[in-house]
């Protein structure tokens, strides 16, 4: 951090990446295939926390479009070493985020987005009695989801998770009918999510009890609300109608710093945003047999909006559109992201496999079909609106 700010921008993502990225090597070598807690899960946080920062120095002396974007957050000096330490282990967000700006979590400690420089509240402070409590609530519903579905749909042999074959790739569940295989598949990984919202759910609970997931107030003096510390609308999520609304629902302080940090600091190029978000989750096959596959609905889903979603409401809840949407992004999402629970090459292939590939085939031929057809005028009053 004591580097010239320009260099230091990239230095320390590029040395705490590096970091990130060793440690992952070393849990494959020593846990290949294991689900094990160990230091990874939190040095991934610290690695944002840490590479926001060095970007955080560098707005302050920078003029250019991205840094102006992302002014309101510089820092005009290095923190000292009370406030490094407090930022980078915060015992709110250390295990498992979300990761937040050293602004927010000075003004947090400071108090200087609830109290003015007279000392006098900036507004009517909100109780942070049910954001606390809802968040905990919440989490124990996931954990209960998680155990009795998980419990009664796994996916990997729970006696022997590392050596013994999945069990949704044994003889013996691979001769039940497709469709009950599918659901099956389904099920269990609505069990698997829950357990990331277990995690998150705490930790917004956590900072909400001592106002630092509050947003403070807007000039009237209003409070604007709690969205500092979430990290994640379930609902939304579940619902999602698409796969940009998905990827933006699903850990969205991370979508966040991708899309400060890497994105608009790269000039738009995806290709270093998957590279960053695929490192930085680590080296198993299965990450990226799914990053590699996304995309395909994406292509599918715009060339969708282009060509078709022109004839029906717009409105998320409509019949037919709407719903079909909800349901079409989750059915493909659920293949897609199977290699992320088998995570190792053969399993993620196998996987996809006795699926027949039917979440890569499909939206294939649906990309070259739809892009074929012609594209629908616009009407009248969406063309006065582009003019």
């Known amino acids: 951090m004591t580097l010239p700010r320009s260099v230091n921008r990239w230095a320390v993502p590029a040395f705490v990446m590096l970091y990130c990225v060793l ?14 807690l160990d230091f990874t899960g939190s040095q991934m946080v610290i690695t944002q926390k840490l590479h926001m920062m060095a970007f955080n120095l560098y707005d302050s002396q920078s003029d250019s479009r991205a840094s102006k974007k992302c002014k309101n957050y510089s820092l005009q000096s290095l923190p000292n070493i009370l406030e490094f330490l407090g930022y980078t282990f915060c015992f709110t ?4 985020g979300p990761s937040f700006e050293f602004t927010t979590y000075k003004a947090a400690c400071e108090g200087t987005h609830i109290y003015g420089k007279d000392g006098k509240p900036l507004g009517a402070i909100p109780s942070n009695l049910w954001p606390t409590v809802r968040p905990l609530l919440v989490s124990l519903l996931n954990l209960v989801i998680f155990v009795v579905v998980g419990g009664a749909f796994p996916l990997l042999d729970t006696t022997d998770p590392q050596k013994n074959v999945p069990v949704v790739l044994t003889e013996q569940f691979l001769a039940n009918p497709w469709p009950y295989r599918y659901m099956y598949q389904w099920m269990g990984l609505i069990a698997v999510r829950q357990k990331y919202y277990f995690a998150w759910m705490n930790a917004e609970g956590a900072h909400n009890i001592w106002y630092a997931g509050f947003d403070g107030f807007d000039e009237q003096g209003k409070a604007k609300g709690w969205e500092t510390a979430s990290n994640m609308d379930m609902i939304a999520f579940e619902t999602a109608p698409n796969i940009q609304t998905l990827s933006k629902e699903w850990n969205k302080k991370t979508s966040l710093w991708l899309t400060k940090y890497v994105y608009i600091r790269t000039n738009g190029s995806l290709i270093a945003v998957y590279g960053t978000s695929a490192f930085w989750h ?16 994406t292509f599918c889903e715009r060339v969708a909006r282009k060509k078709i979603s022109p004839y029906f409401p717009k409105e ?12 079409t992004t989750s059915f493909f999402v659920e293949y897609m992201v199977i290699p992320f629970v088998m995570l190792g090459f053969d399993r993620s292939w196998a996987a996809y496999k006795s699926h027949y590939f039917m979440g890569h085939i499909i939206p294939t031929i649906f990309f070259f079909v739809v892009s ?5 005028k616009p009407k009248d009053g969406e063309t006065k609106k582009t003019k």
């Open 282 to 297: 680590g080296f198993y096959p299965g990450y990226y047999m799914f990053f590699l596959s996304v995309p395909l609905l």
């Open 23 to 36: 440690g992952h090597l070393h849990r494959q070598y020593i846990n290949y295939l294991g689900w094990d």
């Open 372 to 376: 074929m057809l012609p594209t629908p």
């Open 93 to 96: 967000s250390v295990l498992s």
């Open 316 to 327: 998320k809840w409509t019949f037919p559109y709407g719903i079909a949407s909800i349901l």
